[in-house]
């Protein structure tokens, strides 16, 4: 970069308009040109768009994802339920929550988040809330998760069929704070996980005031591939 051009860059900067008012994510719509799916998978798509955005014409490939929900199970110690599970493209045995994909046409976010509970922790929950949406990688995915805080927990009565990655995996108990410790300390790296925890512990650290309720709007929920259109 040349010094002429740190120049242009520092003015450009100094004339946008300075932000005011509450921090929040705003859509923001462009003119899709072109799009063109790259790629079918078993899970989720990969996608080609060309749009305008302002006088550039962009084009963007992306995995263009159904959505997902996790939930953070708290039992009536203050314990959260993490999940050691085997992922493949990381090739590590991480810490998660009980999550999965939003692949159930017509199904509600709060009714697979209870399946996903009952699926991988033999669990239901009579209280429910959101605890908050996220982009786990905004510049590469469609992805929005919604994550879940789970309380009232009783075991459903029965244990469900696993397979897979899912045949082994492991289910810990652990104290908010201790997973808060591990988290900072740098052994724990799923994002989702590490996001809901963090959540929770500042929620129950100001006496769960400011939870969402179970059915709050999620306009960020994605459309996802359009063999998926029908969940949105």
């Known amino acids: 970069m040349t010094d002429e051009t740190?120049?242009?860059e520092s003015t450009a900067t100094i004339a946008r308009p300075i932000p005011t008012g509450p921090l929040v994510?705003?859509?923001h719509d462009v003119r899709i040109l072109e799009r063109t799916?790259?790629?079918?998978g078993y899970v989720w798509d990969l996608t080609s768009e060309r749009f305008a955005y302002g006088e550039d014409v962009i084009t963007r490939e992306f995995v263009d994802h159904t959505g997902a929900v996790a939930v953070l199970a708290l039992d009536d110690e203050g314990r959260a339920l993490v999940i050691g599970?085997?992922?493949h493209p990381v090739r590590t045995r991480?810490?998660?929550l009980p999550a999965g994909l939003l692949d159930v046409a017509g199904e509600s976010a709060l009714d697979a988040a209870a399946r996903e509970l009952?699926?991988?922790a033999d669990l239901q929950a009579s209280e429910w809330n959101v605890l908050l949406d996220v982009f786990p990688s905004p510049g590469g995915s469609s992805e929005s998760i919604r994550i879940f805080l789970a309380r009232g927990l009783r075991p459903t009565g029965s244990t469900?069929?696993?397979t897979h990655e899912e045949a082994d995996i492991e289910l810990r108990w652990i104290a908010l704070d201790e997973l808060v410790a591990a988290i900072l300390a740098g052994g724990l790296h799923n994002g989702t996980m590490i996001t809901g925890v963090?959540?929770?512990a500042r929620l129950r650290d100001a006496g769960w005031a400011g939870l969402l309720p179970a059915d709050a709007p999620w306009p960020t929920r994605p459309a996802g591939p359009d063999r998926m259109r029908g969940n949105a």
């Open 6 to 8: 740190r120049g242009d």
């Open 25 to 27: 994510d705003a859509p």
């Open 37 to 40: 799916p790259v790629h079918r």
């Open 85 to 87: 599970q085997y992922r």
């Open 94 to 96: 991480d810490w998660e």
């Open 118 to 120: 009952a699926e991988e």
């Open 160 to 162: 469900f069929a696993r």
């Open 198 to 200: 963090l959540a929770a």
